[in-house]
């Protein structure tokens, strides 16, 4: 390795001050990356340089649940609900993905198609109005058409009165007054069958 190094590097290493000499001359196994944190050269892990390159360095909300933030008024404490649920809403690896880039307003639509000239034109496919990630999911009249057939079918179904709001249907979390109800019904299920 040493020979691979250049000679004129070499020579200016050679001619550095002693403080540089005798830190790498040194016996101590321990090298300070910061103020707050040193390493053990001689017992460090591959997965001890993992999490000090995998620290948060940055407090940023991340852009996507900003926007939702600001057109649907949700607040942080929901917004960590609704990451903490990512992993129990469904086991499909593939909708896990899908609510994720929905989170983070990642989904492409036809505005965006449009944008990138993929696409003649930015309308909606079922309507025609002008397309976006809210008109897809929230203000499309045929989406909420088939979210109105969906919560009809499920109320009568379950014979239960369950009217999610739009943060419900579009992130998979219900609130906790939802949840009683749902509880609730569940309980008189599994009473009635056993």
């Not at 340089?49 to 407090?59: D, G, R």
Request: aromatic residues 12%; positive net charge; contains cysteine.
């Amino acid at each position: 390795m040493v020979s691979a190094i250049p000679k004129h590097l070499l020579s200016i290493a050679k001619q550095t001050d002693d403080f540089n000499k005798s830190f790498f001359n040194s016996h101590d196994d321990t090298f300070p990356l910061i103020e707050t944190v040193e390493i053990n050269l001689g017992k460090v892990k591959s997965r001890d340089f993992h999490k000090l390159l995998n620290v948060k360095t940055h407090n940023e909300d991340h852009t996507g649940p900003l926007c939702w933030s600001r057109n649907l008024s949700i607040n942080s404490d929901t917004w960590s609900k609704f990451f903490k649920s990512l992993k129990y809403i469904c086991k499909d690896a593939k909708l896990k993905e899908f609510q994720f880039k929905f989170i983070h307003r990642t989904i492409v639509t036809n505005k965006e198609l449009f944008r990138f000239g993929i696409k003649p034109d930015n309308e909606c496919l079922y309507c025609g109005d002008k397309d976006s990630i809210e008109h897809t999911f929230i203000e499309c009249p045929f989406t909420k058409s088939f979210v109105q057939r969906v919560v009809q079918w499920l109320n009568q179904t379950n014979l239960c009165q369950i009217l999610p709001t739009i943060e419900e249907i579009l992130f998979g979390y219900f609130s906790s007054a939802c949840n009683a109800q749902i509880n609730k019904k569940l309980k008189q299920l599994t009473t009635a069958l056993f």
